[in-house]
């Protein structure tokens, strides 16, 4: 009986995405080992999460990181930080703002709607600019710069966003009126330039998911400027309980209940180290390509796909496109709903198996690179289940 069964769950075949509502990746041996070592002795955790946050920062070409719970808390704590910056009594305010440079500048374009708003959380608000079809210009972005301005927004995302001020734009006119840049860069840590491009670009602070290293799902970290990563250590939950001078609750910040444990860090640490020396073409790519290729032999004739057109993610057949390879499958005679009752269907059975798919279009992808050892095995028997 799995742990899941004893608990009264279905498992997951996980042919989607490093899903946060899947549990975002997969630990690998040496950080669960890590997170074993961590559980069988304490560690003063400032020292520990301001250690780890050295250690990602050296090999990022960063002059700062901090350990966050998550990509959204460490928006959280950049916000924050860029808005009261080291001030314990400005500190102690947040949310309210009142008074402070609160206004986080955001292209209407360039929006991820349900994590730009951790920087509300702190209490910014944020000024729209450009238009959501149509984009935005640096001369528009610069236009609204006030002396209210305590930010500028940008995220990348694993889609092509034209019309949309670039990140280095978006540093030119940042730093010309001397305001910071936030980026949400969650999910580009490969190829493995994403680590350090950016902060090499300029940007003050940026913020990764864990689970994108390997990580845990609960982890995340932040790069960029040390005065403002200073301050974010500060409004995060160890600022909160201990601080550089142990000062426990001195410095009151929103960040208190973004908590992190000792074993969390201990297997990030592992998993970003193991993520920056891996072989990925070999590790990673080599054998969920197998993994797709046998899939799609033994589903390409069921009756029930006749008609159905079937790719490579990406075309080449080789490599990976944000964390994502395997078979596209296009639906070319089914509407988006149709296609839609197929995905749910998957997930009736235990295990389920979830897809990559967006709503309303007919079609989705079999994403093999986060399939566990004779997973495929699975999805073949419930396809030919579904469609023979």
Sequence with gaps: MSIFEEFGVKKVVNASFALTRLGGSALSKEAMKAMQEANKSYVYMWDFIKRGGEIIAE?????????????????????????????????????????????IIIQRANRMLIYDRAMQVPGGKFVCVGDESWGCTPELMEAA?????????????????????????????????????????SGMTYPLDGLTKFVAMGVDIACYGGKYVGGPNSTGFCIGKKELIEAIA???????EAGPMEQGGYYRS?????????????????????????????ERFEPAWKRARYIERRIKKLPGLKGVEMSYVPPSGTGCVYHTLGLQLDFKSRTGEEVSDIVRSLREDD???????????????????????????????????IFG
Excluded at 147 to 168: F, M, N, Q
Excluded at 234 to 240: K, N
Excluded at 254 to 282: C, N, P
Aim: a positive charge; charged letters at 25%; one cysteine or more.
């Design 59 to 103: 090999a990022c070409g960063a002059e700062a990181g901090w350990i966050t719970s998550g990509a959204f808390n460490a928006l959280v704590l950049g916000a924050a930080a860029c808005m009261a910056g080291n001030d314990p009594e400005k500190m102690r305010r947040l949310p309210d703002t009142t008074g402070m440079k609160n206004e």
């Design 145 to 185: 710069i006030t002396d209210k301005t305590a930010a500028i927004h940008h995220v990348i995302t694993g889609r092509l966003r034209p019309r949309v001020v670039s990140v280095e734009d978006t540093v030119k006119v940042a730093h010309k009126h001397g305001v910071p840049v936030i980026l949400d860069c």
């Design 234 to 240: 500060l409004h995060s939950f160890i600022g909160h």
């Design 254 to 282: 929103v960040g208190r209940g973004y908590k992190l444990d000792r074993q969390e860090i201990a297997a990030l640490l592992v998993s970003f180290k193991k993520w920056l020396t891996m072989d990925h073409e070999k």
């Design 351 to 385: 295990p389920e198996i979830w897809v990559r798919f967006r709503r309303g279009t007919p079609s989705f992808a079999i994403n093999c690179l986060m399939l566990q050892p004779g997973e495929e095995k699975i999805i073949v028997e419930r396809f030919s289940e």
